[in-house]
């Protein structure tokens, strides 16, 4: 390593006339390399450079115009969905508006029709045990008219001689002659 600082060190020292060197001074050297540099940097890296920043501006612009057209179609479905479901709620409260009115309705219909076949079936069981005393009412009579015409007949055929069946097939006969003659 000695033998490069050296080599370097001894450089420094060769006279500048015609020859090329190195110049070890560092306040001299410094700033004229920087600028040189940056003087070329600047004169070949100024097209690179702008042609680097332009496609990079480009490029977010691109994505700053594709953010902004999804954005737009982002606020557009948004609103078209909120929209629907308003139209949903609406539609919703209407089913359950009308469910209920429908289920109050069937109620009363329910209510209604179990009424009127309660209200048949009591005029139904009414007319029954009416006809039912009608008819029983009926057998006695039946029975105590059969019992009183054997009765009857039993007294009338055991007082009844012939004069006296006679007498009233005779007065029987008078009878329906005067109503004929009445009705004449």
């Known amino acids: 390593m000695k033998n490069v600082?050296?080599?370097?060190?001894?450089?420094?020292?060769?006279?500048s006339a015609g020859s090329f060197g190195f110049n070890t001074?560092?306040?001299?050297t410094n700033p004229i390399n920087l600028s040189v540099v940056l003087g070329v940097l600047i004169f070949f890296g100024k097209g690179v450079l702008s042609d680097l920043l332009d496609n990079r501006k480009q490029r977010i612009l691109s994505t700053i115009r594709n953010s902004e057209e999804l954005r737009k179609g982002s606020i557009e479905r948004l609103e078209k969905a909120k929209a629907r479901l308003?139209?949903?709620?609406?539609e919703a409260d209407e089913f359950r508006v009308n469910g209920y009115s429908e289920i109050e309705r069937e109620k009363l219909n329910l209510i209604n029709s179990t009424y009127?076949?309660?209200?048949?079936?009591?005029?139904?069981?009414n007319e029954t045990i009416q006809f039912e005393q009608q008819r029983a009412i009926n057998q006695v009579r039946q029975r105590v008219f059969q019992q009183a015409l054997q009765g009857?007949?039993?007294?009338l055929n055991s007082c009844l001689n012939n004069e006296l069946h006679l007498?009233?097939?005779g007065a029987n006969i008078r009878m329906f002659g005067a109503m004929k003659e009445i009705t004449d």
């Open 167 to 169: 007498r009233t097939i």
């Open 152 to 155: 009857a007949l039993g007294t």
């Open 116 to 125: 009127q076949n309660l209200e048949r079936l009591e005029n139904y069981k």
């Open 5 to 15: 600082t050296d080599s370097f060190v001894s450089l420094g020292h060769w006279p």
């Open 86 to 90: 308003r139209k949903v709620k609406i």
């Open 25 to 28: 001074d560092i306040l001299a």
